[in-house]
C-alpha cells in the first residue's frame, strides 16, 4: 500500500526551480543576504522579532545557535545559515512549533502557536515589511523560505474534506501575495516529507490504514505545492521560484541512510528510543537503555528528525540553489 503511494508522490512532486528571466531580481544563492523563513517545529529556532536582531557575528539573532529547534542540534536553518552560507547570511526565522497555515482552518495543538498566516501579519510584515535599517533587505539579496504542511496534514487527513485544501492553499498563496508587495521577490518552498513513515503514524496498530492515507494526504498537499507556485510565478513579474523536494530526500534516507553523506551513521530509520525523546544535554551522547546514539536514529521522538537528515536537508537545498 505504501508503495503505491511512493510512486505517485514521486511523479507529481519532483523538486524544481522555476526561475523568471524577466526582470529577475535572483543572482545566486551566493548572494544572498538575508533568509526570511516561515514554517513549523521542523523549522523552528525560538527567535522573537522583538529580541536581537540577527548581525554578521550572531547571524540568527536570538536564542543562541542553533536556538531551541526539534531535531537535538541545529535544524535545516542552522545549517543553511552557518555552515552552507555562500556569504554572510542574516537569518530571521519566524517559524512556530506546531504551526499549521491558519489557525482558523486547521487547529494547531495550542492556541498560543503562531500560524505561518500569522508570522506573515503580524511579524513579519509590521516588523521587516518596510525595509528598516536594521534589517536592510532588497529585492535581490533576499530569499524567502517557507516549509508549512505537516501539522495541516497530520491534524486533518481523516476528515476526508475535500474542501479544506482549497480553502488552506488560499490563504498560503495570500501572504505569499502580500510578502511579495513589500518586494519579495526570490522563494524557496520545502514540501512535506513522508512524516506518515514517522513512528508516530507507523506505530500505530490499523493495518497500516494510517501510513497509507496520510501518505496520500501528502501526495495532494505536495501536488498543490507545485501547482501554486506555478501558478503564482506566471501571475508575478520578475520572481525565482524554488521547490525543494523534502519528500525525496526523507524517502531516500529511509530506504538507505547512506545514500547522503550527512545520514549515513544512522542506524535506526524506523523507530526512536524514549530516552532522547525530549532532547539531550549534547548531539552525540549515548544512554544505556537505547541501542545506539542519539544521532544515529532518524527520530527523536514520534515525529522529529534528529539534526543529521536537517543537514542532508540544507546541503542539498544549497546544491539546487546554487
Not at 481523516?158 to 518586494?183: C, H, P, R
Not at 503564482?232 to 525525496?248: E, I, L, N, P
Not at 542519539?294 to 527520530?299: D, I, K, M, P, S
Request: hydrophobic residues 35%.
Amino acid at each position: 500500500m505504501v508503495k503505491s503511494t511512493v510512486l505517485a508522490l514521486s511523479l507529481a512532486a519532483t523538486g524544481f526551480a522555476a526561475p523568471q528571466a524577466q526582470r529577475s531580481s535572483w543572482s545566486g544563492w551566493k548572494n544572498v543576504r538575508h533568509l526570511f523563513v516561515f514554517g513549523d517545529s521542523y523549522t523552528q529556532t525560538g527567535f522573537n522579532v522583538n529580541g536581537t536582531q540577527p548581525s554578521p557575528s550572531n547571524p540568527l539573532g536570538n536564542p543562541p545557535y542553533p536556538g531551541w529547534t526539534s531535531s537535538n542540534g541545529p535544524n535545516w536553518v542552522g545549517f543553511l545559515t552557518t555552515t552552507y552560507n555562500a556569504s554572510t547570511l542574516l537569518t530571521y526565522n519566524m517559524a512556530y512549533g506546531g504551526a499549521t497555515v491558519d489557525s482558523a482552518l486547521v487547529t494547531p495543538y495550542a492556541p498560543t502557536v503562531i500560524s505561518m498566516k500569522n508570522q506573515v501579519q503580524t511579524q513579519f510584515l509590521p516588523t521587516y515589511g518596510s525595509h528598516p535599517d536594521f534589517a536592510p533587505w532588497t529585492s535581490s539579496s533576499s530569499l524567502f523560505a517557507f516549509f508549512i504542511g505537516i501539522n495541516d496534514v497530520g491534524n486533518s487527513w481523516w476528515l476526508n474534506n475535500s474542501t479544506l485544501y482549497d480553502a488552506i492553499f488560499s490563504v498560503y498563496e495570500q501572504q505569499l501575495t502580500d510578502i511579495y508587495a513589500t518586494g519579495a521577490r526570490n522563494f524557496l518552498f520545502l514540501n512535506v516529507p513522508p512524516v506518515n513513515l514517522a513512528p508516530l503514524t507507523l506505530n500505530q496498530d490499523d493495518g497500516g490504514y494510517a501510513v497509507e492515507n496520510e501518505g496520500k494526504a501528502i501526495v495532494d498537499w505536495n501536488k498543490r505545492v507545485a501547482n501554486m507556485v506555478a501558478g503564482f510565478r506566471k501571475k508575478h513579474t520578475g520572481t525565482t521560484m524554488f521547490v525543494y523536494d523534502t519528500w525525496s530526500l526523507y524517502n531516500s534516507v529511509i530506504k538507505n541512510p547512506a545514500s547522503y553523506q550527512q545520514t549515513a551513521g544512522l542506524k535506526n530509520v524506523t523507530g526512536y528510543c524514549k530516552a532522547y525523546m525530549n532532547g539531550t544535554p549534547t548531539w552525540y551522547i549515548k544512554d544505556p537503555s537505547c541501542e545506539y546514539p542519539v544521532n544515529e536514529y532518524l527520530w527523536l521522538n514520534e515525529l522529529h528528525p534528529t539534526f543529521p537528515i536537517n543537514n542532508a536537508t540544507a546541503a542539498s537545498i544549497v546544491k539546487m540553489l546554487s
